[in-house]
């Protein structure tokens, strides 16, 4: 029997609703998990996915946000501190880079001034005949420097003459001798001249009476004693602020307020020393020394020793030229009258002046002039000795110095009257001395 055979026809036929069933099955299965996921995912699937890795996102980002600045508050602290510590460091730099700068000015300074003392000693030579060698006596000025003080060097640059110029400290304890000071000045003809107020009152009196006046800046330990020190107080702060002065380049003509112009110092200088000053003797011997003889007899032959003697410098009334002996003598005096105790700025103004280097200690190499007693006359060579005789009468002094008696104004006036308004009899009423 033979076997049967399908055509091609029939078996397309065949397999056509196999496919279409597939395709709806497909469809149907489609349909049923779609509606699953509408069930089940109200949102969207991807919708939530996207929410769920926002949100896992967002809590990454804040726990690294709160890292950060955590970190960075502790950046920021640690920079602070290496901030301080840095603006620390570099305050001290320019501490050290100020001092260096400083050493540096005075090496050159005195490397400056070695070389013009240098210069002017000339080239070394040797000794000339007998008789006719002498020593320096004049030492070099120092080189001006105005960044000590740029207001004073103002004022000096007009005030000054030839960078010359008197200098009186004043406060209101000695108003009254003050106006008697300047008054004379005036009269004279003398402009280059300059009052050191030590209080208001005083800049106001002088300002008021049109005198040149210069207030230093508030420094505590000179206004302590400038408004309410005494004669000698005050006297011993000018050691002091005359410093600026010969730091400046000035030669000064430091004055107390006891004095009477009469004529204008400046013609009767010699400006060969670093110290030119008048004398408290009262004759050739005391002014300018003499061989004091002491004795001693228990020691047989050897009883006399010899002595020299001078009396002393006035510090109330001295020219001061600006080199380093000068300025080193200012320092010292200063020195002394701020660290001792009971000490006269006189006496330890003439013990840095003429003590000699000793073991412990170095003297001061200034030189030194006296000045003509009769020219610049202490009043107990005017009370003592001149107006007694006839023809000491005549001379008329430069400057006298009422500084050998306590009752300065009235003595003052009276030499106005006598000198100046030729009143004869004005200095008659006064004794030679104190009557207490």
Known sequence: MAARRDGPLMRGAASTPSRRTRLLLAIVVGLLVGCVCAYLYPDGLFRSSSSSLHQTIASINSHQDNSVQCESSERVNMLKSEL??????????????????????????????????????????????????????????????????????????????????????????VKEMLEVWFENIKRVGIRNYLVVALDDSIEQFCKSKDVPVYRRNPDQDVDSIGKVGGNHAVSGLKFRILREFLQLGYSVLLSDVDIVYLQNPFGHLFRDSDVESMSDGHNNMTAYGYNDVFDEPSMGWARYAHTMRIWVYNSGFFYIRPTIPSIELLDRVATRLSTQKNVWDQAVFNEELFFPSHPGYDSLHASKRTMDMYLFMNSKVLFKTVRKDANLRKLKPVIVHVNYHPDKLPRMKAVVEFYVNGKQTALDPFPDGSEW
């Open 84 to 173: 301080a510590s840095l603006s620390e460091k570099t305050a001290e730099l320019k501490k050290q880079v100020r001092d260096l700068n400083m050493k540096l000015q005075l090496t050159e300074r005195k490397r400056d001034q070695a070389q013009e003392q240098f210069l002017s000693l000339g080239p070394q030579g040797k000794a000339g005949p007998f008789g006719t060698v002498k020593g320096l006596r004049t030492n070099p000025t120092v080189l001006p420097d105005e960044s000590v003080n740029p207001r004073l060097a103002k004022i000096l640059e007009d005030i000054a003459v030839q960078k010359e110029l008197i200098v009186a400290l004043a406060n209101s304890n």
